[in-house]
């Protein structure tokens, strides 16, 4: 006979206790700290409450690290891409995975799925419907009681003798945060450019979206559609276009095949996950130049989705080289080609770019990449993987110039763009406890560090008595002498 979920009160009473058992909340260690001007300052503001910001938040209150701040610019309920421009049915990513859970199996989607709605149900799921994934982060951050700022979004980032001064626009106007470090959790594209083929990037607008932008998806009904390229978000903005009533959408892809395999799944395990950043740095871009040259599967629900219509047609070996305007209608040409079109979806992704945030321009120059040290004189690297920043262990920015920009340390970046210095723990789900784990411990040794002479003070100055002075009878030789 199955039993019935437990409830989610009754799953927030057993991980409160799993909590207690590991001793948690640690004492909060850090000295607090106040800015030139009086103000109190913050020990790490998080940029983006999405996966990674929550996941960074949790790690670092279990390093004792709790003068947090976590904004975030989307509504409650609303960060990330899940509900806005997620446009599958279900994720990628398999339902069993521990994803930010940071090792406490009453944490996991599973234990939510299970309380929520019973084993059954559990055993019923195949994979995880994107509206569902949205529903446990919020869970997870209401159970862990983490105090996100919504709508609240960072349009500059100010170095200042205390860290950063962050310039924050929220639901009660402007304010300055002082802030000790900064992590920017702010996703995919948070240090990303849309990548945009030559020829339509005068086209975008209305009629030429970017899969990552607002689609108008009614707009396409009866209308004739292209989608550019084979990536997940390319085939479901695809499905998209389709179940919204297109007349025919037309899939153009450069490369001459389907990519069938997604040669990035073999890497989750913990060697991988441990080993990545130590590898030397040309192992890395060798072998991340090899699963993107090598390209990666769409996946298998998505694809399906699509071709259960009729009205699709699949262009490989299609390379946009013309586009023009007809009319209200823009005219591609993509291989061998001609191709009317009402609407152009770019399903192309991004590409990292450390000056493309607002909030980083100012001293973007400053930053190092893989562009400056590594040689690719012989194309050996895909040439997109040299812009990414090259990051110390604890995700921070490094200078390209030995002293040119010290306030770079205490600034980190935990998203897609930490791929070439940490791996794949910064951004999916499989690993991301792994890197919340890493940047957590990484800036708190980084403040212990900073703050040793006060913590070495704390040591000189401990005097409590582990033994009163009774436990020896004859003795009266005792250090520090009794009073
Ligand atoms: C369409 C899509 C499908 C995916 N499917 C899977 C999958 O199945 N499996 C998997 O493992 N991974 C998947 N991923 C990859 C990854 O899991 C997601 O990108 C995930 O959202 C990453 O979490 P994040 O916290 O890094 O970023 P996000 O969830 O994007 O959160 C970033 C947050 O930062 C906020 N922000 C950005 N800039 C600012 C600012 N200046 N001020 C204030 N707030 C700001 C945003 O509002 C946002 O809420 C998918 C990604 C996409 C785009």
Redesign the pocket.
């Known amino acids: 006979m199955s039993q019935p979920p437990i409830g989610l009160a009754a799953l927030a009473a057993r991980l409160r206790h799993d909590l207690d058992l590991l001793q948690y909340p640690p004492n909060d260690w850090v000295k607090p700290r106040r800015a030139g001007d009086g103000k109190p300052i913050v020990d790490v503001v998080i940029?983006?409450?999405?996966?990674?910001?929550?996941a960074a938040c949790f790690a670092l209150r279990r390093a004792g690290i709790f003068n947090i701040r976590i904004?975030?610019?989307?509504e409650p309920g609303r960060?990330?891409?899940?509900v806005t421009?997620?446009?599958?049915e279900t994720?990628?990513?398999p339902k069993h995975?521990a994803g930010p859970a940071l090792g406490m199996p009453n944490l996991t989607f599973r234990a939510w799925y299970e309380a929520s709605r019973g084993l059954d149900a559990w055993e019923a799921l195949g994979r995880i419907p994107?509206d569902i994934w949205m529903d446990y982060l919020i869970w997870y951050r209401d159970v862990l009681e983490i105090p996100v700022e919504n709508e609240?979004?960072?349009?500059r980032l100010d170095p200042a003798a205390h860290g950063f001064d962050l310039q924050?626009n929220g639901p009660s106007g402007a304010e300055t945060i002082a802030a000790r470090r900064v992590i920017l959790?702010?996703?995919?594209?948070?240090m990303a450019r849309p990548r945009v083929p030559a020829p339509l990037s005068g086209f975008l607008g209305p009629k030429c979206r970017h899969s990552?932008e607002d689609i108008d998806f009614e707009a396409m009904a009866g209308k004739s559609v292209a989608v550019i390229g084979m990536s997940?978000?390319a085939v479901?903005n695809a499905a998209s276009a389709l179940e919204a009533g297109a007349a025919r959408v037309h899939v153009i892809v450069r490369a001459p095949e389907v990519p069938r395999i997604n040669k990035m799944k073999s890497t989750n395990y913990p060697g991988f996950t441990h080993g990545f950043p130590s590898l030397p740095t040309e192992a890395r871009l060798d072998l991340l130049s090899y699963v993107f040259r090598y390209r990666v599967a769409p996946p298998r629900d998505s694809v399906r989705r699509v071709w259960r219509h009729r009205n699709v047609a699949l262009h490989l070996d299609a390379e946009v080289t013309d586009a023009r305007w007809s009319g209200e209608q823009i005219v591609l040409t993509a291989g061998a080609e001609t191709l009317t079109l009402d609407h152009v979806i770019l399903g192309t992704g991004f590409f990292i770019d450390v000056a493309a945030?607002?909030?980083t321009r100012g001293f973007a120059d400053a930053i190092a990449t893989f562009r400056h040290g590594v040689d690719n004189a012989d194309g050996r690297f895909l040439e997109e993987f040299l812009d990414f920043p090259d990051l110390g262990p604890a995700f921070e920015f490094r200078e390209r110039a030995p002293g040119a920009a010290p306030f770079l340390n205490a600034l980190h970046n935990?998203?897609?763009a930490a791929t070439v210095s940490h791996g794949n723990v910064?951004?999916?789900?499989?690993c991301?406890s792994d890197g919340a784990d890493r940047l957590a411990r990484g800036i708190a040794a980084e403040i212990f560090n900073e703050d040793f002479p006060a913590h070495l003070a704390d040591l000189h100055a401990h005097a409590e008595a582990e033994l009163l002075g009774d436990e020896i009878p004859e003795n009266d030789a005792w250090s520090p002498p009794l009073e």
């Open positions: 940029v983006g409450a999405g996966m990674c910001g929550l904004i975030d610019g989307g960060e990330g891409p899940w421009y997620a446009r599958m994720l990628r990513s995975l994107t609240t979004h960072l349009e924050v959790a702010t996703g995919r594209e948070g990552s997940a978000s479901d945030p607002e909030e935990f998203t897609f910064s951004g999916d789900i499989p991301v």
